[in-house]
């Protein structure tokens, strides 16, 4: 008897249901909001500490950072 388990039809392996655009937009929006304010702090910081301007501003910092976070959360 086969092992009809782990693949579809034909043999095929079955895709995952992709998580919705709107879902995936409203979660980094989130993020980014909530990281917004952090990366303002450490580039404030780093400003103070360093004396010259970041490479990075705060906006970049905070959009990068939800980049990573986001897609995290949906491959848990």
Request: aromatic letters at 10%.
């Amino acid at each position: 008897m086969s092992d009809m388990t782990n693949t579809g039809a034909f043999g095929v392996p079955e895709r995952r249901a992709a998580a919705p655009r709107t879902e995936f937009a409203i979660y980094f929006a989130i993020i980014f909001a909530a990281t917004v304010p952090l990366a303002c702090l450490t580039w404030g910081l780093t400003l103070l500490r360093s004396g010259r301007l970041p490479e990075r501003g705060p906006v970049a910092r905070a959009w990068s950072q939800a980049r990573i976070i986001t897609p995290m959360i949906f491959s848990a």
